[in-house]
């Protein structure tokens, strides 16, 4: 009767302990199990922090260059050792690619895009790199300007190269310039050789007989090296309808220099107007010295640049939209009528002038500027 006792008893112990293994590796899967869930969700293993940066928004986008920067906050608890901005033109732009590197540490700064092609789209980040990372800015998309198309609606265009002979030829239309008491060509231009007018009176280039369209929108622009500042109004060059030198009050667009040589841009559409339409700057011109002048007439307003830069603190006075049309009229360089007078010996232009051009529509700054080309000046063809 022992046996079966014991039987039983060894059939119990067994079921008790393999109820206990299988309770115990229940509860063990579970604990793991639950470890992991945690583990997840209260970031056990945490990635070390990277900085915190803002990218700035692009100013000054020109055909190939444009200004941005970025803002960093913070630098995640380990120093910032390269910041910066990268872009391309395919979005989120990584510092594997172009970039800029603009100094270390937290706080703002400032980054130049540079050698863009025109009329491009363009994404921008800026970046802050520490010892756990990089860190990048919201994406910011821009677009590079077109090339401008300085040909059109260009007039005429006279690059004054010819070095020899008594007339100045039009690169681009028919309005040739005939010598008027004998002017010199020099070598040393802006661009290859240029007119000179000298430092006394009387001598000019001049076209009698042009027309012109329907409009109320000029450029006129051109280099200029003043010799001589005793005149009281350097007439640079301009338009008239008067075939007549002495045909006071007729309609005209100029460029000249003030008395105290400031530029000044005129517009006169009336006979026997009072006044006409212009602005005087407020940049004195200095002698000796190339300088690229241009007068704006658009729809009436008067704007006038200095070397590519507006120069444009003083106010228009007598605004005038009225257009312009120039029938039997003339075309002169190195002088032009004053709205109230003839040519006279007071207002010559004394010097030397290059590369000038007449457009009938009124430029841009960007086109402005690329005439300018940094100072080395350009010279048609564009």
């Known amino acids: 009767m022992k046996t079966p006792i ?16 299988f309770f115990l590796m229940v509860s063990l899967m579970s604990f793991f199990v639950s470890g992991c869930k945690d583990d997840d969700d209260n970031n056990t293993f945490p990635i070390a922090p990277v900085a915190e940066v803002t990218t700035q928004n692009v100013i000054g986008i020109t055909q190939t260059d444009a200004t941005t920067g970025g803002i960093i906050t913070s630098d995640g608890g380990s120093t910032v050792l390269a910041r910066g901005v990268c872009w391309g033109t395919i979005t989120s732009p990584t510092v594997s690619g172009q970039k800029t590197i603009d100094g270390t540490g937290t706080g ?28 990048y800015g919201q994406q910011i998309s821009f677009m590079t300007n077109q090339v401008p198309d300085l040909n059109n609606s260009l007039q005429s265009y006279w690059k004054l190269d010819e070095i020899s002979g008594t007339t100045a030829s039009d690169a681009v239309g028919s309005w040739d310039l005939s010598f008027v008491a004998t002017p010199g060509w020099s070598l040393a231009g802006k661009i290859n050789g240029c007119i000179d007018f000298g430092t006394v009176s009387n001598r000019y280039l001049e076209r009698t007989g042009i027309g012109s369209g329907d409009t109320n929108t000029y450029t006129l622009a051109a280099w200029i090296n003043l010799k001589d500042s005793s ?3 350097k007439m640079i060059m301009g338009i008239n309808s ?3 030198v002495n045909n006071a009050g007729a309609a005209e667009v100029k460029i000249y220099l003030s008395t105290d040589n400031k530029l000044v841009a005129s517009y006169h559409t009336q006979n026997g107007q009072l006044a006409p339409m212009l602005r005087i700057g407020t940049i004195n011109i200095p002698i000796n010295n190339w300088v690229h002048v241009a007068g704006v007439i658009n729809n009436g307003n008067v704007e006038l640049y200095i070397n590519g830069l507006p120069d444009n603190g003083n106010a228009v006075t007598n605004i005038d939209s009225s257009n312009l049309v120039f029938t039997n009229g003339r075309v002169t360089l190195g002088t032009a009528r004053l709205f109230s007078g003839s040519y006279n010996t007071a207002r010559w232009f004394r010097g030397e002038i290059d590369e000038a051009g007449i457009w009938t529509r009124p430029l841009p700054a960007d086109e402005i500027q690329t005439l300018y080309n940094s100072g080395n000046g350009l010279q048609y063809p564009f």
């Open 6 to 21: 014991l039987k039983s008893t060894f059939r119990l112990t067994t079921i008790i302990n393999v109820s206990s293994v």
């Open 242 to 244: 008067g075939i007549s």
């Open 108 to 135: 703002s700064f400032t980054s130049n895009i540079t050698g863009l092609s025109p009329n491009t789209s363009y994404f921008v980040r800026a970046y802050a790199t520490n010892g756990n990372g990089t860190a």
């Open 231 to 233: 005149a009281n109004a």
